[in-house]
């Protein structure tokens, strides 16, 4: 887009910068219409100050062109606005500024101060606004565009809040909120896709099995889910195929809507870098998950075990207990089996080719000195599979002989509490509003509350997806065990086994002995 200055050759004399601004271009949205162009509205805006500069006997010198940039937000730096404060200070290449409106030069008190301090140093600077009378060359003038400025800041304070209380509000009651159409869902937001919503709920009922996320976004690009390119990004690097981020995809899983609840974020919670985790977000009543209109993709426990799972890798990454040797998939007990003399994790590795051990049995596990253990270790390796494989599956059976009833598992346990919670702010509120305690005090407390919330929440959905397991997983597990890849079996069994201690046999060709191989399960 190019903004064109007051052409050569004109009788005018006074060089100005023309400043444009327009919050939000919705030409340079996903999913534009086709119609709209970028910058229309600026160029617009340049077209009546070019118009009204002429009688004055200026001319634009130079334009400053914040397109797409709100003036609002105190944490976003309007680039050309910075520039346009460094020329007005120099006072060469301009001398003075033309607006369209005073909103369009400044939304925020301190935005209009800076200007207002360069106009008072330099009394000579001009700055007229288009509508709206602003004069920045009079004090008169200064004054009524700080006012002007410090009540547009308040009543975009008011608006965002009065728009997140109905908001909240609405999401309490269940009312669908507006938006683009979610993944999984047809165009009116309530129906289900009949193949997005297949594939999004195999998606969501493979993650507890290990299925990770990386491998479900390479499935749906083959399937043709495709992320929307903006048009800059066409402009820039034209028509391609691109697969969806991998934010996107666990955004898209863990969204509390694929098993019907409502979730409500505000808008100044959004700010941040980082793409919200929206299972923290599930709007609660009296201690209950709010249910929205739409129909589900999948049952709350089924979500609440995705979930959790995804939680569960996440703080093993940040505290950095996902080790190399746990990443493997060719062995079934790396990353579980641990040496009996110093409890070093075994590693697996092939014996020598065209060895006796090798043709029998192919590879072994061993506690490598090389790498920080004892080396007092090494036993073969398929034997030690098979024995903690079948004892496994026996674990397996005699759950499965124990009715699982619906009671064993109470994932409503904390609904109390948490309505209790919820009470115990609204009145720690109350108390700070008639003054009987101070900011600091209800601070502490509703700090305390709502650390103590987010728990319970957290222990809800491990609960639900506890009972999701013991109800359906188990019973098919037997079934589809053999034709289970090594990294779902690991998968299972590190939910029930904490480790393997293996101990030393002895050289020799001597019998295998089970009882010298320990499974230490979960409790």
């Not at 606005?81 to 369009?104: A, C, K, N, W």
């Not at 089924?302 to 040797?325: F, I, M, Q, S, Y």
């Amino acid at each position: 887009m190019i903004l064109d200055t007051l052409p050569r050759g004109t009788s005018a004399s006074l060089p100005v910068g023309a400043y444009v601004r327009l919050s939000e271009d919705k030409a340079l949205k996903a999913g534009a219409a086709a119609w709209r162009r970028e910058g229309d509205q600026v160029v617009d805006q340049l077209e009546k100050i070019n118009a009204f500069v002429a009688p004055l006997g200026w001319y634009v010198a130079k334009v400053y062109n914040d397109n797409n940039t709100p003036a609002s937000d105190p944490l976003i730096v309007r680039g050309d606005f910075e520039e346009m404060l460094v020329d007005l200070e120099m006072g060469v290449t301009i001398q003075g500024i033309v607006f369209y409106h005073s909103d369009r030069l400044a939304r925020l008190e301190y935005d209009a101060a800076r200007i207002n301090r360069l106009y008072t140093i330099n009394t000579n600077l001009v700055g007229k606004a288009v509508t709206g009378g602003t004069d920045l060359s009079t004090p008169e003038g200064r004054s009524l565009f700080m006012m002007q400025a410090t009540m547009g800041g308040m009543e975009i304070h008011r608006n965002k809040a009065r728009i997140s209380s109905t908001n909240r509000r609405l999401a309490e009651q269940g009312v669908m909120h507006g938006g683009p159409r979610p993944f999984g869902w047809e165009e009116d937001r309530s129906s289900l896709h009949p193949v997005e919503s297949e594939d999004l709920a195999a998606a969501i009922r493979a993650v507890p099995s290990g299925k990770k996320v990386g491998s479900i976004r390479n499935e749906w690009f083959g399937k043709g889910y495709k992320k929307r390119q903006t048009k800059k990004g066409r402009e820039k690097h034209g028509e391609r195929d691109m697969p969806l981020d991998h934010s996107t995809v666990e955004a898209i899983l863990v969204n509390p809507r694929n098993c019907g609840y409502m979730a409500h974020l505000p808008q100044s919670e959004r700010r941040a870098g980082a793409r919200p985790w929206m299972p923290d977000h599930v709007v609660y009543k009296n201690g209950k998950p709010v249910r929205g209109p739409w129909e589900p993709v999948v049952t709350p426990e089924e979500w609440a075990a995705c979930v959790e799972t995804l939680e569960d890798r996440k703080k093993k990454r940040k505290k950095g207990l996902n080790k190399p040797h746990e990443t493997s998939e060719k062995y079934l007990l790396a990353g579980i089996a641990r040496c009996g003399k110093c409890m070093f994790p075994l590693t697996a590795n092939w014996y020598s080719k065209n060895s006796t051990s090798y043709e029998r049995y192919g590879y072994r596990y061993a506690c490598l000195s090389s790498l920080g253990g004892c080396g007092g270790v090494t036993r073969v390796g398929p034997p030690i599979e098979d024995l903690v494989e079948s004892a496994f599956l026996d674990e397996v059976r005699r759950s499965l002989d124990a009715a699982v009833n619906d009671d064993d598992v109470d994932e409503t346990v904390h609904n109390k509490r948490l309505a209790e919670i919820e009470h115990e702010i609204e009145e720690v509120n109350q108390r700070r509003k008639s003054k009987r305690i101070t900011i600091a005090q209800a601070l502490d407390v509703i700090e305390d509350l709502e650390k103590e919330r987010a728990e319970l929440r957290s222990e809800h959905r491990r609960l639900m997806a506890s009972k999701l397991q013991r109800k359906t997983e188990y019973p098919t597990l037997l079934k589809h065990w053999d034709g289970y890849s090594i990294a779902e079996k690991k998968h299972r069994l590190k939910r029930d086994i904490r480790a393997v201690i293996v101990q030393a046999q002895g050289r020799g060709r001597l019998p295998f002995k089970p009882e010298l191989i320990e499974i230490e399960w979960i409790t």
